[in-house]
Structures are given as C-alpha cells and as structure tokens.
C-alpha cells in the first residue's frame, strides 16, 4: 500500500508542479503505454489459462482459480 501512495504523490506532484506542455505529454503517454502493456499481459495470461483448461479435462483447481 506504500508503494501505491508513493505513486499518488508522485502523480500528484507531477500534476500539479509541472508545465503542461511535450514534457508532460511524453510522462502521460509513457504512463498510457505502461498501463496498456499490464493489461494485455493480465488478458494474455487470462488466454493462456483458458486454452490450458479447454486441452485439460481434470483442471477443477484451476477452473475455479480461473473464475475468481
């Protein structure tokens, strides 16, 4: 939980201190690109799963891991 707080006030401070202007620009699209790329890894694990449970007959602890 620390580590999300850091994260805030660094947003924060980059929000409120610097000069909306390419610099920020580039700090924003650099913080799109990386939450971009968590979410295809989180999607691309999801569709590995999903393939190993279809090829799987006897997966009942992954299946239910796979639904929470």
């Known amino acids: ?3 999300i707080q850091h994260c805030a006030i ?3 401070n980059i ?5 909306h202007d390419d610099v ?3 700090i ?3 913080i799109h690109l990386e939450r971009a790329n968590q979410v295809a890894r989180i999607l691309s694990n999801k ?3 999903i393939q190993f449970l279809t090829l799987g007959e006897d997966n009942h602890p992954i ?6």
């Open 24 to 26: 920020f620009s580039c």
């Open 15 to 19: 929000d409120n201190t610097l000069i």
């Open 47 to 49: 569709l590995y799963d």
């Open 28 to 30: 924003t699209l650099g």
């Open 10 to 12: 660094i947003r924060a």
């Open 1 to 3: 939980i620390q580590a």
């Open 63 to 68: 299946e239910n891991y796979q639904y929470t």
